[in-house]
């Protein structure tokens, strides 16, 4: 008898959307946004930030994720980009959503969960990790053993199966 679970890393986007919408309504009530071009926007998998200047943007970002973390949003599934001069003296930055285990961190969870030495597969599948192996106690193991390690993105465990 063997059984399976999957490591997946996944991010609620209706949740991303609801910090957003609370992110707009604070900085058209908040005094220093006031006749601020600051913006922000969801696209699938990209946020888009734009703002006056570099330190209205750093404020922007910090209400942001005060209302990801209010909503359980992972701050580490978000992917930062360079600051950039926009339209009209704005400047902008570009936030990606990492949804799903990139191949290089899947690669280097296979090899650690390798090296434990403990009689369990681990396989690549898309963007997450499958698990499996006969005793229940070392599929366990592997779900503490990579709780305690930092791939610097969230990490859900889902699809126990026994079969």
């Known amino acids: 008898m063997s059984s399976s679970f999957d490591v997946v890393s996944e991010v609620n986007l209706a ?41 209205k943007l750093k ?31 704005t400047v902008k930055q570009i936030v990606d959503i990492v949804c799903g285990i990139e191949t290089d961190i899947a690669r280097e969870m296979v090899k650690d969960i390798k090296n434990l030495k403990i009689k369990v597969q681990a396989s690549i599948q898309e963007k997450q990790v499958r698990v499996s192996g006969k005793n229940r106690d070392d599929l366990q193991a592997v779900i503490q053993f990579l709780k305690s390690k930092d791939y610097k993105l969230p990490l859900q465990f889902t699809n126990y199966r026994e079969n």
């Open 59 to 89: 404020s922007l970002i910090e209400i942001l994720k005060e209302k990801l973390v209010k909503r359980k949003v992972m701050l580490n599934s978000l992917r930062f980009g360079k600051v950039e001069t926009a339209l009209a003296g």
């Open 15 to 55: 949740e991303v959307d609801n910090a957003i919408n609370q992110v707009k309504k604070e900085i058209d009530q908040r005094f220093d946004f006031k006749n601020s071009k600051s913006d922000l926007k969801r696209e699938d998998v990209k946020i888009t930030m734009t703002s006056d200047d570099e330190y």
